[in-house]
């Protein structure tokens, strides 16, 4: 299946696009629903930029061009369904902070992209900083059980750290990827690659992952309140 033939193939699956576009919503709903349990009732101290940024406008960060190497997906399963989950420690709670944005428009590799897509909102980030997952999804998968797997494994690596500080992120990253199964680093719901410690205020250009698969360049974006 990783040869395309030269004969046509005709191939029948199920809407990816739509299917991403929900599981998308339905894994932030769930991690939304982490943090509000708390946040709701907490009277948070509440950091000075942070506050700024709610006043005067928006801190993100951008995608401006992103290119794979290697987008982990055959021919026979035709174009990619790229998501992202961006990992970090909310700025007023021992909690971790995860989101998935959806990038629908990452269909090939070896071509350069330039969505100019919002990939972080910086509001309540410890430190301002956050790694980036990039995942390619593939049917069979329970998003909901997806979600509570990560969040639950990720909350156990925070709290078993004690004193959290900035390379806590890092960790938190590395014990969500050994926890996906064996088979999501094959051909079923693939790992694509990692950016770590993206901060705030901060550009990156001809930026590799971890993997080196992915490449990117990132820009900070303020955009001020209308």
Known sequence: VHT???QPVVVVEV???????????LMNEVFSAHLSKTIKSAQPSVNNDVAANTRNGLTTSIVKRIRLNDDQEPWLLGDAEVFAITNGIHNDQAKVKLHVVDMPYLDDEDRNYYPGQVMIFWDNYRYQAADI???????????GELARLLLEVAQRALNSMGEIELA?????????????PDSWLTNDHDFVDVLYT?????NY???YGAAGNANVDIEHLFIPEM
């Open 133 to 143: 997952m990039l995942m390619e999804q593939d049917d069979g998968v329970n998003y």
């Open 168 to 180: 806590t992120i890092a960790r938190i990253t590395a014990e969500i990827l050994n926890a996906l």
């Open 4 to 6: 395309l033939p030269m």
């Open 198 to 202: 993206i901060r705030t205020g901060y």
């Open 15 to 25: 809407d990816a696009p739509l299917d991403n576009l929900l599981a998308v919503k």
């Open 205 to 207: 250009y001809n930026h």
